[in-house]
C-alpha cells in the first residue's frame, strides 16, 4: 500500500457525461500527479500540482481539468467524455516537486466510457 | 527519439531463478533519475526501484537490483529467485533533472512471467 487513496475504483459512464476522480495523496506529501494510462497511448503524464498551485502541464486535453484543495486532495475532471477517454488514471504523490523524487502511485481509478 | 526503450515485451521464468528485464534510456543531462515500477493485473503501480546518475553503487532493494551501466545508457532491472507474484507489468522511467521541469517518462514495459 504506497498511502495515496484514490477513489472510485471503478466508473463506467455514458460518452458526453462528466465525472470526477479524486485523490489523496500520501501523509506530507505536497505534490500530486494525474497520469493516464491507456492501451494505445501507455502511461502519459498529464497535470501537477504542488501546494495548491498548477505546476505543470502534460498531454491533457482541454476537456480535461483539474484543482488541488488546502487539505492537499486533488480531484481530475473529465467532461463531454469520448470513447477514447476509457482509460485506468493514476494520481501520485511526492513530498515536494523536485525532478528526481520518487512518485507513489495510487491503486488507480478504471474509466469505461460507453 | 524515445527516453526509454524496454526491448523486451515479454519474458518467462521460472521460479526460483533470476532474471533481467533491460531498459535503456536517452538523454543529454547529467542529472537524472531511473526508477522501476511494477503493475501487478489488479492494475496499481507499486514502486520498486530508484537509481541517480550521480550514484556510484548500483541500487539494491531486497530481491530487485539495478545494473546500472552509465556509458551504455542502460538501467537493467535484476529479479533474484523470482516468485509467482513476480508476475506481472515492470515499467522503467526517467526523470531528467539538469535544467527546469521534467516529466516522469516511462517506457512501454515488460510483462513477466513466473512459471512454477
Known amino acids: 500500500d504506497s498511502g495515496v487513496t484514490q477513489t472510485p475504483k471503478h466508473l463506467i459512464t455514458a460518452t458526453g457525461q462528466r465525472v470526477t476522480l479524486r485523490c489523496s495523496p500520501r501523509s506530507g506529501d505536497l505534490s500530486v500527479y494525474w497520469y493516464q494510462q491507456s492501451l494505445d497511448q501507455g502511461l502519459q503524464f498529464l497535470i501537477q500540482?504542488?501546494?495548491?498551485?498548477?505546476?505543470a502541464k502534460g498531454n491533457i486535453l482541454e476537456r480535461f481539468s483539474a484543482q488541488q484543495f488546502p487539505d492537499l486532495h486533488s480531484e481530475l475532471n473529465l467532461s463531454s467524455l469520448e470513447l477514447g477517454d476509457s482509460a485506468l488514471y493514476f494520481c501520485a504523490s511526492s513530498v515536494e516537486a523536485r525532478n528526481l523524487e520518487t512518485q507513489y502511485f495510487g491503486p488507480g481509478t478504471r474509466l469505461l466510457v460507453l | 527519439a524515445q527516453k526509454i526503450t524496454q526491448t523486451q515485451p515479454g519474458m518467462f521464468v521460472q521460479e526460483k531463478e533470476a532474471v533481467t528485464l533491460d531498459c535503456t534510456y536517452d538523454t543529454s543531462d547529467q542529472s537524472y533519475g531511473l526508477f522501476w515500477y511494477k503493475q501487478p493485473s489488479s492494475g496499481e503501480m507499486i514502486f520498486l526501484i530508484y537509481q541517480g546518475s550521480y550514484d556510484e553503487q548500483n541500487a539494491t532493494e531486497g530481491r530487485y537490483s539495478l545494473n546500472f551501466q552509465k556509458a551504455r545508457k542502460s538501467a537493467n532491472l535484476v529479479i533474484s529467485a523470482s516468485q509467482l507474484g513476480d508476475s506481472a507489468m515492470y515499467f522503467c522511467?526517467?526523470?531528467?533533472?539538469?535544467?527546469?521541469?521534467?516529466?516522469?517518462?516511462f517506457g512501454k514495459g515488460t510483462m513477466l512471467l513466473v512459471s512454477p
Open positions: 500540482y504542488y501546494n495548491g498551485e498548477e505546476r
Open positions: 522511467a526517467m526523470r531528467e533533472g539538469d535544467s527546469g521541469y521534467s516529466t516522469l517518462t
